[in-house]
């Protein structure tokens, strides 16, 4: 019987071991998604940015009294205010994304944490296995 509940204890383990290896896993899959997507979005903003610098530029330099006013199109009132736009546009997503990625990090340190912990108990099995497999044949051989 006792071999029953040991061999059941070691199945436990090892399964809830596979469980979570394959969740680790899975949320790095995750995490790598949620690093892609917060590039995307990065790559989206940059290229508005652009857009709005090209435009300002372009108007900068084709309007005399603009260049007469400012030294530079980043002068211009509503540079700043379209560059603003775009940022708090593109903000929020990269916070929910990093907020995502933040949890994503949370749980794989936590699974690992008790991955560690399945992994001892399953090594302290073996150990223990192992002593009392050698006491007994020792035992056998000095009796």
Same mark, same amino acid.
Not at 13 to 35: G, M
Not at 41 to 57: G, P
């Given at each position: 019987?006792? $071999?029953?509940?040991?061999?059941?204890?070691?199945?436990?383990?090892?399964?809830?071991?596979?469980?979570?290896?394959?969740?680790?896993?899975?949320?790095?899959?995750?995490?790598?998604?949620?690093?892609?997507?917060?590039? #995307?979005?990065?790559?989206?903003?940059?290229?508005?940015?652009?857009?709005?610098?090209?435009?300002?530029?372009?108007? +900068?330099?084709?309007?005399?009294?603009?260049?007469?006013?400012?030294?530079?199109?980043?002068? $211009?009132?509503? +540079?700043?205010?379209?560059?603003?736009?775009?940022?708090?546009?593109?903000?929020?997503?990269?916070?929910?994304?990093?907020?995502?990625?933040?949890?994503? #990090?949370?749980?794989?340190?936590?699974?690992?944490?008790?991955?560690?912990?399945?992994?001892?108990?399953?090594?302290?099995?073996?150990?223990?296995?192992?002593?009392?497999?050698?006491? #007994? +044949?020792?035992?056998?051989?000095?009796?």
């Amino acid at each position: 019987m006792a $071999i029953a509940n040991l061999h059941e204890s070691i199945q436990l383990y090892k399964l809830r071991k596979n469980f979570l290896n394959l969740e680790i896993s899975q949320l790095q899959s995750q995490k790598s998604l949620a690093t892609y997507s917060q590039a #995307d979005v990065q790559s989206l903003r940059s290229a508005e940015t652009r857009s709005i610098r090209n435009h300002f530029k372009e108007l +900068f330099d084709n309007d005399p009294s603009l260049q007469e006013k400012y030294t530079d199109y980043t002068e $211009i009132p509503d +540079f700043e205010a379209e560059i603003d736009k775009i940022t708090a546009k593109y903000q929020d997503q990269l916070d929910e994304l990093t907020a995502w990625e933040t949890a994503i #990090d949370a749980q794989i340190t936590t699974d690992s944490a008790e991955l560690e912990e399945v992994n001892a108990y399953l090594e302290s099995y073996k150990s223990m296995l192992t002593s009392n497999i050698q006491e #007994d +044949f020792n035992f056998g051989l000095n009796g």
